[in-house]
């Protein structure tokens, strides 16, 4: 098992083992512990009391975090006629039709982002083993296969983020960075938090949340109250 570094074990020090703090007192100590020399991420993990191998169970959504996460997406488009200059006036970063798709296929992945619009996905169906691992495939489910594409660049510059859980049944989503004011840090966090708590399942069975935790990039996490969220 690696050692951690001293400044990692300074600042595990810092905080009280067997403490779980609400969400104010958990942003910060996290602020507080942050040690490195970049403005890390602060990042939401939620352990929940879901079985993600059943399809009810699978709980995934999006949601604009209203501060953003401190790094405008660089948005990519694909498609074609008169959605080319709405997705352009939108503010998208890059937008095409097959020109996008083979130039992706040829290795060209300098984009943040993918919105598609229906008609396309027929040519971007095809990328799914370059986008599906890399969390880019567009997807109907989180709004980024529909025909409103202005909404859809809009949505994802001002702060869209998607929560999905993965096959243990935790979600990571960053709420923003070390260096954001506290009550904007607040908000972004109680607005995924909320999000996540409205998508329970009504299959699940037992305590749903079992487990918040906030952690930056490269500090140990602060565990907070998972009481407050189960409604």
Request: a positive charge.
């Amino acid at each position: 098992m690696a050692k951690h570094g001293k400044k990692f074990r300074a600042a595990l020090e810092k905080i009280e083992p067997s403490r779980k703090y609400n969400l104010d007192e958990g942003l910060a100590k996290v602020k507080e512990i942050a040690f490195a020399k970049f403005d890390e991420t602060i990042e939401l993990t939620m352990w929940l009391g879901v079985d993600p191998r059943k399809a009810d169970q699978l709980v995934r959504g999006t949601v604009v975090l209203p501060h953003g996460l401190g790094k405008s997406k660089r948005v990519l488009v694909i498609a074609q006629g008169d959605k080319i200059r709405e997705a352009e006036e939108a503010g998208a970063d890059f937008v095409g039709g097959e020109d996008m798709v083979e130039r992706i296929k040829g290795g060209w992945l300098d984009f943040d982002a993918v919105i598609a619009t229906p008609d396309m996905m027929r040519l971007v169906g095809g990328l799914g083993k370059v986008l599906g691992p890399r969390g880019l495939m567009p997807n109907p489910k989180t709004g980024t296969v529909t025909p409103d594409v202005t909404t859809a660049v809009r949505e994802t510059k001002a702060g869209k983020v998607e929560y999905r859980v993965d096959k243990t049944g935790v979600i990571h989503v960053g709420i923003g960075k070390v260096s954001f004011e506290p009550q904007l840090l607040r908000e972004n966090a109680q607005t995924l938090l909320d999000a996540v708590v409205r998508a329970k399942p009504s299959t699940a069975k037992g305590k749903y949340v079992k487990k918040v935790n906030l952690a930056a990039t490269m500090s140990p996490g602060v565990l907070l109250d998972e009481t407050a969220y189960v409604k």
